[in-house]
Nanobody, 123 residues
C-alpha cells in the first residue's frame, strides 16, 4: 500500500508559478501527476520513473517539471506561466508496473492515488 498526500494548491493569477508537492509513504518506480477540471476526464500531466526520467503532456510541455526527492519522500510538480485553463484538481499517482514496463500514461494504469489539491488560476 502506498499513501499519497498532495499539497501546495491555491489561487494564483495567470502568468505566475506554483509548486505542488506529494508526500508518499513508499517509493515505487512509477509516480505521476494528473489533473482534472470540472466536467473533464482526468488528464495525464506526466510521470517520473525510477531513473528520474520524465515525460510531459503536449499541453504542458515547457511549462512544467516533475521531480522526486526520495530522502524527503516528496514528489513535486513545478508549474510556470500558469493559464486559466490550468485550473484543475491535481493528483499524484503511483504504480509498480510488471517487470520493466514503461510508466503508464493513462489513469487506468495507476493503482495508488492521493486526494488531490485544487489549483485555480485567475485571468
Amino acid at each position: 500500500q502506498v499513501h499519497l498526500v498532495e499539497s501546495g494548491g491555491g489561487s494564483v493569477p495567470a502568468g505566475e508559478s506554483l509548486i505542488l508537492n506529494c508526500e508518499f509513504s513508499k517509493n515505487i518506480r512509477c509516480m505521476a501527476w494528473f489533473r482534472q477540471a470540472p466536467g473533464n476526464d482526468r488528464e495525464w500531466v506526466g510521470p517520473i520513473d525510477g531513473r528520474s526520467n520524465t515525460q510531459y503532456s503536449e499541453a504542458l510541455r515547457g511549462r512544467v517539471a516533475i521531480s522526486k526527492d526520495i530522502s524527503k519522500k516528496t514528489l513535486s510538480l513545478q508549474m510556470s506561466v500558469l493559464k486559466a485553463e490550468d485550473s484543475a484538481r491535481y493528483y499524484c499517482a503511483a504504480v509498480l508496473p510488471a517487470g520493466w514496463a514503461p510508466c503508464p500514461s493513462t489513469k487506468a494504469g495507476y493503482t495508488y492515488w492521493g486526494q488531490g489539491t485544487q489549483v485555480t488560476v485567475s485571468s
